[in-house]
Structure formats: C-alpha cells, structure tokens
C-alpha cells in the first residue's frame, strides 16, 4: 500500500464504498464529523469510516496499525460528537481517520432476570432508555444531550448526568464490554456478572479513556424496576450553605428515594427566562439560587407526595428553604427539567462563554463558590457567573460569561487561559477536579500536568504505551506520552 488512495479504496472494501467519506467526495460536508459540538474547534479528517459490526471495527484497527508507520495516520473513535472538551475530532493534519460508531445503534438483549441489557455502542442515549422502557425497566442516565449522544460516548468519558446522586455515574452502571484494542483483537466482556473476581478490572480501564486505549463497541448496563411514582420539587434557597442543608435533609428524609438534586444560580435561570421566555421559571427572582429536587418511590405517589411535603415542611422551619413548588403532573415535572436542562442552550444565546466542568466535596462547595466568584471578579470587573449542576454529588457547572457590553468572542479569546487559571487553582485549592464528568480531551490535557498527581500520570502513560504502543488511538487526547 504506497498512498493514502490505496487505504481509502482497502477501508471501502471493508465497511462499503458508501460508508467511506473524505473531502474528494462530491458535494460532501464532513462537517458533522469535524467539528466540535460548542463550534470551538474544527478539524480535517482523513476520512469517516462508518463501521456496521464489531468484526468490521476490528478491520479498520488491524489495517490502520498495518499502515500507520507508513502512513502517519492515527484513529479518533467517534459516537454522537456532543462532548465538550474536544475529544472526538480530528486534529488538522488531514492525517486522520474518524472512526464513526453511528451504524452500531441496536439494543441486542434484554435479561430481564439479570436485569441487564445490551447494545452496541453507537445505540443513542434516548433509545436505550424508551427499550429499557418498554420491557418494563429503568436505564436512570439521563442528560441534556440524551436525544443525540451514544452509550459508548458516555462511556468513553464516564458521563454522569442528574441522576448521579442515587444510580452513579454511568462507570456505576456498566457490568460489562466488548471492545476492539488497539491491536486489532476483539475483547468479548459482556458477561453482565456482578462479581468476577479473576484480575484487573479491564471494564473499568476502558470507561472513561476517551478511545485512547481501544474501541468499546458494545457493553451490558444495569437496569432497575420503574418506582411506583416519581415526584419533583421546586425550591427557593436563600445560599449556597442552605441547599447543602437541605441535601442533607432529603438523604435523611428520602433515603435512597432521593434520585435528583439539581442546584442553580439565579443568572443561570434568567438565561432561561430571557432566551427561552416560552418556560415559565419559577421563583428565581426573590432568590439567589433554586433546587431542583426529584423522589422515586417505589410504595405509591401519595407514599412519596407525603415524604415531600414532609421535607420541604422541615426545611422551611428551619430556614433552608424560603418558598417551593411540588409538580401535581407528569408534565409539570417535565417542565420543571426541561427549565434545568435549557441553561446549557440559553447561555450560547447570550453570548460565548467559558465552561468548567469541576466535582468538589459537597461541603465544601459553597466556600469554593464563594472564593473563587471574588477571585474573578477582582481580575475581571464585570464578568456574570452561570453556575449550576448537580449538588447532590459534589459537581458543579461553574462557567463565567463575559461582562455586560463587552465584546464576548474578544474576552473568550483574550482572557480563556487566565479565567481557567483562576478557577482550576481554586479547584486544587479546595481539594477538588478538574473534570467531573465531561472529560479530558484536547482541552485539559496540558492542565493535568498541573492538576494531577505525577505518579498518576506516571501509571496513566504506562497503561497506554502498553495497550496502545504506537500511540494509534485518538493520540493527544486524556495523556500525551
């Protein structure tokens, strides 16, 4: 094989000449693949190979690491593209080929007994949880992007989501996968045990690597019984230090019941409010911050209305909470998410911003905000602070907007490194991480030379220059080595 032509024309043998795209194509925009999901970056792909099984994955690795050396060519696993810290694109050498695991999409078995299913990692969020759904189940990872992100994504970056609090990450959610290594060879993990006690847990290393260490291409997540009924809450919070309160209060009160605990600041809702006027949001304006609050009871909904009322009787005469609103419907809860879930598309609309994405000791939250919310505003006069997440497992979304009048792609541009400055050393300050749930990626890569231990990044390069010694897989992504 001499040229890139030769590996184009070998990779349509393997997956179909329909399912091979470049930039010599006519009329065709690989966009959809090149670019990230902020629009913050673009690359060039080499080409979009477009896989339909695990045999056909295995394929494009064998023949890629055939080629690489000749070639300079490396892989970057892609499932719906919706990550945030640049993970899933191609550089822009053009010497890169986008794997994409869209056409692996099927739920292929549900154990109702094991109270597993599985599928292939390309299968969308969204479609997971309706076939989980229909069989009588709950698959409890949910997210704003779960109409259009992939399993396997969310597993390449441990995704978490709001949920968290009660069923974990979705690491917490996995028993098992099927992945294609950087060799070329297929991993059949989908046993779905619970215990296996036979070495290393391979499962674990795989999720949250970001591709770097091999393809997942399938995987078996846990299901659970659907609860008898499932109650959402509104609260009003005068701080920061009251909403941890209350958590507190809802882990005594609602014990495993307490499946959401959503906290946003009053800017973050007012996005909402002015971007999407259509949602009506409640309470915000007499308030500093809002809770977000979701019980899953498993006796009845007037079992689980009164615990609520309970709660929030308690947490009034005590002062955390200040005013709250129960959903009487479905639809009313609906909508009472959908308010949570539009912060991330409202704040786009007012302007760019800069996201992080950090996890903090519940405790030590509100003095984290408090800290760093000074610290930024002392260098930058002006700047707004859209912070919201999920309080219940110590992850907050903690993201600065450019002042009022302000040229916001200038201060992106011109004050990007110094804002992330301020607030990663505030991280490490307060004991916490730099990435919660959205991952490493291009973007914090260089970051944790600073923020991690070296003798974690000293392992973390011995595990991939063992797996993936040619540096094959989504190079420059989680570790350079």
Known sequence: MTDTLDLISALRHIVGPDHVLTHQDADRDLSPWEQDWRQRSRGKALAVVRPASTQQVADVVTLCRQQQAALGISLVPQGGNTGLVIGSIPDATGRQIVLSLARMNKIRAVDAANLTV??????????????????????????????????????????????????????????GLEVVTAQGDIWHGLSGLRKDNTGYDLTDLFIGSEGTLGIITAATMKLYPKPAACMTAWAAVPSLNHAVALLG???????????????????????????????????????????????????????????????????????????????????????LWHIRESIPLAQPMEGPNIKHDVSIAVSKIPGFVQATDALLA?????????????????????????????????????SEDAVNTVVFDSVQAFGGSISAEHGVGSMKVDKLLKHKSPVALQMMRAIKRALDPSNLMNPGRVVRI
């Open 249 to 335: 209060l809802a882990h005594r009160h609602l014990g495993a019941g307490l499946t959401g605990f959503e906290v946003m600041g009053q800017f973050a809702l007012s996005l909402v409010a002015t971007h999407m006027p259509q949602q009506k949001v409640p309470l915000f304006e007499q308030t500093p911050w809002c809770v977000l609050l979701e019980n899953s009871d498993h006796e009845s909904e007037q079992h689980a209305r009164a615990q609520f009322e309970r709660l929030l009787e308690i947490a009034m005469d005590q002062g955390c909470v200040t005013d709250a609103v129960v959903a009487q419907t479905q639809a009313q809860a609906k909508a």
């Open 378 to 414: 002392a260098a930058f006069p002006g700047v707004r602070f859209v912070n919201f997440g999920h309080l219940g497992d110590g992850n907050l979304h903690y993201n600065v907007q450019a002042p009022v009048g302000a040229d916001a792609n200038a201060f992106l541009r011109n």
């Open 118 to 175: 599985t599928m292939d990692a390309g299968c969308i969020l969204q479609s997971l949880q309706e076939a989980a759904d229909q069989a009588g189940f709950l698959f409890p990872l949910s997210l704003a992007a779960e109409g259009s992100c992939t399993i396997g994504g969310n597993l390449g970056t441990n995704a978490g989501g709001t949920q968290v609090v009660r069923f974990g990450n979705t690491r917490d959610l996995c028993l």
